[in-house]
């Protein structure tokens, strides 16, 4: 979630079985096999049926200083669960919570156990304050293509250029999106990612829109943020996607936060 914390200061590993293990039971002379493949199948059946994608990535921002405060360099692992009809982005500090079934996006603050829980569509506009709710029609996104390939660990990647004008503050990115991905990414895109996008960035639906030009899941960014004469510089790499059984709870709020109708300026800036 790199890019709305910059928006914020402005105002696989893939599951596999190996081996050809053969089990042979006889029982009073009657041949096992059968019965026992049949059972093996059912239980690799069940265990990809409840496997879902994870994807881990992590963010290295530059130290930096902006209208005064100084900002130490740090670093920050995101984890993405996706499942048929959910999708869970993961930080120490929030989580974003997608599910198409119950058409709820949950965001979760996890410092003041506090959520806020929108129907989708979203209407962003809807649950944040009068200042940022004008922002969003505000921000401006070009996406092109720069007719250029990169390997990034295992995944053959296509660049793009991003230009995010929001103003007194311009984001500049170089995002590397691949194709081959061990998942349906057009289909996240459309039905899950793109609701996350919207609610973390504040986006409008023609800023959504033009991100989706960009063809395949983002692997790395490069990233620049200009504002004030002041540049703020980060970059973000996936490490893995694999494929795997989801931790219990990982689609839910978690017990004992306290729901809330809108978000806090204090919310925001924290997130």
Not at 10 to 36: C, F, Q, V, Y
Request: hydrophobic residues 40%; charged residues 25%.
């Amino acid at each position: 979630m790199i890019l709305d914390r910059f928006a914020r200061r402005e105002g696989a590993r893939r599951l596999s079985i190996s081996g050809n293990r053969r089990i042979i039971l006889r029982h009073h002379g009657g041949d096992m096999k059968k019965p026992l493949s049949i059972l093996f199948i059912a239980v690799l059946a069940v265990a990809f049926a409840n496997a879902d994608t994870f994807i881990k990535q992590t963010t290295h921002t530059d130290a930096f200083t902006m209208m005064g405060q100084s900002q130490p360099a740090r670093d920050e692992i995101q984890e993405i669960w996706i499942g048929q009809d959910q999708m869970a982005t993961v930080t120490k500090s929030t989580t974003v919570l997608v599910d198409t079934k119950r058409n709820v996006l949950d965001m979760i603050n996890h410092a003041n156990k506090t959520y806020v829980e929108m129907p989708l569509p979203l209407d962003m506009s809807q649950y944040l304050p009068p200042q940022f709710a004008q922002m969003m029609g505000a921000t401006k996104v070009t996406v092109t293509p720069k007719g250029t390939s990169q390997q990034v660990g295992d995944w053959k990647c296509e660049g793009y250029d991003v230009l995010m004008d929001m103003g007194m503050m311009k984001i500049k990115m170089v995002s590397w999106a691949a194709t081959e991905v061990p998942f349906d990414w057009a289909q996240v895109q459309e039905k899950l990612s793109s609701h996350v996008m919207k609610a973390s960035m504040r986006l409008d639906d023609a800023a959504v829109a033009e991100f989706k030009k960009i063809k395949g899941f983002q692997i790395k960014a490069d990233i620049g943020m200009e504002m004030m004469g002041s540049e703020m510089k980060a970059s973000t790499t996936v490490n893995e996607i694999s494929t795997k059984p989801a931790p219990a709870g990982i689609y839910a709020v978690p017990a004992g936060y306290t729901k809330q109708d809108k978000f806090s300026m204090q919310d925001l800036m924290k997130q």
